[in-house]
């Protein structure tokens, strides 16, 4: 049964490269997804015993939010939310997760997804350029949605931890849909195949 399953699939990935790639890259995404989800928590909560809460996190002042408050790329002010942002505490919170899953995900698209054997190094450093370029285009965005879905599960909602747990979760899919989007046409470039006897 397996044997015959794996026949259908190699024969399907074989006509159609490209799609069956973007099926895995969907299945491996959403699987690293999870376990962000599942680590956000625990260094949400390591950092959070710290007094890096207390530490104002705001970078890339950039214009202002329609209330006329400043608007930074990365908006961690000091405090606990959802009066405060997080702090530093957040800030690192948030990053270190995201580098522990980007970390898996590049061998994991390059081994399973593209099955590339190109250049590793290169591979590395486009896609260590392209995760920077993507993080400051996703905590520029996050400006816009991170405030109001912490007040409205939070305050609004009256959930209190849980809100603010759950309002945690939804801004990792955020972020997490936004990567998904950008990345895979970014790893058709970067994951190579060559020829055997070119390596």
Not at 36 to 56: C, R, S
Not at 152 to 178: Q, R, S, W
Request: aromatic share 18%; charged share 10%; net charge positive.
């Amino acid at each position: 049964m397996v044997k015959k399953i794996k026949q259908c699939w190699d024969s399907f990935a074989n006509k159609h490269q490209t799609l069956a790639q973007f099926l895995v890259f969907f299945v491996l995404s959403n699987g690293i997804t999870v376990l962000q989800i599942a680590m956000m928590p625990f260094f949400k909560w390591i950092f959070g015993m710290t007094g890096l809460v207390d530490t104002n996190f705001q970078l890339g002042h950039i214009g202002s939010n329609f209330d006329g408050t400043p608007y930074y790329i990365f908006n961690y002010a000091a405090g606990a939310l959802p009066e405060g942002g997080g702090g530093l505490a957040y800030f690192l919170a948030v990053e270190i997760t995201l580098a522990i899953a980007q970390v898996i995900n590049f061998f994991a698209q390059r081994n399973i997804t593209f099955k590339s054997n190109g250049s590793i190094g290169r591979a590395a450093f486009w896609y260590v350029v392209a995760y920077i370029i993507i993080t400051i285009g996703s905590a520029a965005l996050q400006g816009l949605y991170k405030a109001p879905i912490y007040n409205l599960f939070i305050n609004t909602m009256g959930m209190g931890g849980f809100g603010e747990t759950l309002a945690d979760v939804i801004t990792m899919i955020i972020n997490c849909a936004i990567s998904f989007w950008v990345f895979f046409p970014i790893f058709k470039v970067i994951f190579k195949n060559k020829p055997e006897g070119n390596k």
